[in-house]
């Protein structure tokens, strides 16, 4: 089976180096919920380093909750954030000969596009201006929306519990987090037969996203995994 394995980097957190000989994918931070021009040149020069496929992981100006706060914002408010932090990262991969791949939104984003018609149109407003694929929930409000529009790409988590309905678990819920990396492949696995995700993400900004990372890596190859960016 063939897997892309994706990671949220340039958001400061200080793993960027260690995490990038693992993935396939990167979800570049464009700068406003967290990180900035420095780190988002830093990590984009890893990623051609170590030939990982570059996308662009614009959220919320909401640096104090790190972008993973619910916001109500209007339309063209909206539509103008994500083509801004779209048009960054996107000026700046060309500077340095790179080109951005795709496009998945961060955080509480991700979750309102996922799950609110409305925001999902707006964000493809947005995604659209740069004909970039989008990334996200399989099932979702937002897999909808992009229907015969423009690219989608099912994504999974490794990291995040599930609830029945194929929605992610609060964080803010005591058993959000997968921790064993055993328990992340059997989800992967899950993933991959039943919701028919192409991309898998760990989380960059966890304390433990090193060594999970690389045990998640391992044991997925040591199962047959083929790891290969979807883009």
């Known amino acids: 089976?063939?897997?892309?394995?994706?990671?949220?980097?340039?958001?400061?957190?200080?793993?960027?180096?260690?995490?990038?000989?693992?993935?396939?994918?990167?979800?570049?931070?464009?700068?406003?919920?967290?990180?900035?021009?420095?780190?988002?040149?830093?990590?984009?020069?890893?990623?051609?380093?170590?030939?990982?496929?570059?996308?662009?992981?614009?959220?919320?100006?909401?640096?104090?909750?790190?972008?993973?706060?619910?916001?109500?914002?209007?339309?063209?408010?909206?539509v103008a954030l994500c083509v801004y932090q779209l048009g960054a990262l996107y000026a700046m991969a060309a500077a340095l000969g790179l080109r951005v791949s795709y496009v998945k939104p961060h955080g509480a984003l991700y979750n309102q596009a996922c799950r609110d018609r409305h925001v999902a149109e707006l964000f493809i407003i947005a995604a659209a201006q740069l004909e970039l694929p989008v990334v996200g929930l399989p099932g979702s409000e937002l897999a909808e929306v992009c229907r015969e529009r423009i690219p989608f790409v099912p994504e999974g988590f490794a990291d995040r519990r599930y609830r029945p309905d194929g929605s992610l678990v609060p964080r803010t819920d005591p058993d959000a987090f997968v921790h064993n990396p055993e328990e992340a492949v059997k989800q992967v696995e899950w993933l991959v037969a039943d919701r028919g995700v192409r991309t898998i993400c760990v989380h960059g900004d966890n304390p433990d996203a090193v060594a999970f990372t690389k045990a998640l890596r391992d044991s997925l190859l040591a199962r047959g995994f083929e790891l290969k960016p979807f883009a």
């Open 1 to 78: 089976m063939v897997i892309d394995l994706n990671a949220d980097l340039g958001e400061g957190a200080g793993f960027d180096a260690e995490l990038m000989p693992l993935i396939t994918s990167a979800n570049v931070c464009c700068g406003l919920h967290a990180g900035g021009p420095a780190d988002i040149a830093r990590t984009l020069g890893l990623a051609h380093k170590h030939g990982v496929v570059i996308g662009a992981h614009p959220g919320y100006a909401d640096r104090e909750h790190f972008g993973r706060q619910e916001l109500k914002l209007g339309n063209q408010e909206l």
